[in-house]
């Protein structure tokens, strides 16, 4: 079966700080796709990053950046000098190559206090 | 439009009144989700379109719950004789075809908020 985890209810931390929101992943498959989203007050989900199992590189964009460990089954991401505009709930998903339907991860509230 | 478009924004209801709930998928996008949002939770899957037909429609919480895709653009989800419990968000979102026929990005509407008193 396949399951995303993301242990972190609620992370709070003060402006300008680094920030890793984990993603832990469980699946079967030997193609699959995980996603990041962001969640913010306004309620509209907005993607993030799409990584294929077969790309481990991690990727940079902006403050942001992804870690991919095929080996601990991880998909982290890093907020760099978090900024007060930061403040959403992210969510990780998983999806398989056939399967359209996305895992998703329970959320990570992220607060950034100015 | 150049978004997912959803409406109404806000619903309020009384139990045990249907009410319909539409969304406007991106133009030439072909899959189509429902999502259920509850206060201060994640995201729970109700239904996939892909073009009209939809071929997982496991997230259904129950019988009182349908929905409908025409023309492959605009869907609408129903539900019947609505209980409190059917209180939350509920989310459109669409996408296309990704390469290879990986899933694509979705693109989210901002939701429908109902309320069944």
């Known amino acids: 079966a396949q399951k995303v985890t993301q242990a972190q209810t609620e992370i709070s931390v003060v402006e300008k700080e680094d920030v890793t929101l984990d993603c832990v992943y469980e699946t079967r498959d030997t193609t699959y796709y995980l996603f990041w989203y962001k969640q913010p007050p306004s309620g509209e989900l907005v993607f993030l990053i799409r990584r294929n199992s077969f790309d481990e590189q991690n990727e940079i964009s902006g403050r942001y950046s992804w870690n991919f460990q095929k080996s601990t089954s991880s998909f982290n991401f890093t907020i760099t000098a978090s900024q007060v505009v930061d403040s959403a709930v992210y969510f990780c998903?998983?999806?398989?190559?056939?399967?359209?339907?996305?895992?998703w991860g329970a959320g990570t509230k992220l607060i950034i206090k100015p | 439009g150049a978004g997912v478009s959803q409406s109404p924004s806000n619903k309020v209801t009384e139990k045990g009144k249907d009410v319909e709930l539409r969304c406007d998928p991106i133009s030439g996008h072909t899959a189509l989700y429902w999502y259920r949002q509850s206060l201060g939770q994640g995201l729970e899957f109700l239904i996939y379109f892909q073009g009209n037909s939809a071929p997982d429609k496991s997230g259904l919480p129950s019988d009182r719950f349908s929905a409908e895709r025409t023309g492959g653009s605009v869907s609408t989800l129903t539900i019947q004789r609505t209980q409190q419990e059917d209180s939350a968000v509920y989310l459109c979102?669409?996408?296309?075809?990704?390469?290879?026929?990986?899933?694509?990005?979705?693109?989210f509407g901002e939701g429908s908020r109902l309320t069944v008193l």
């Open positions: 998903a998983l999806s398989g190559v056939s399967n359209y339907q996305l895992i």
């Open positions: 979102a669409s996408s296309a075809l990704g390469l290879a026929g990986a899933p694509g990005e979705l693109f």
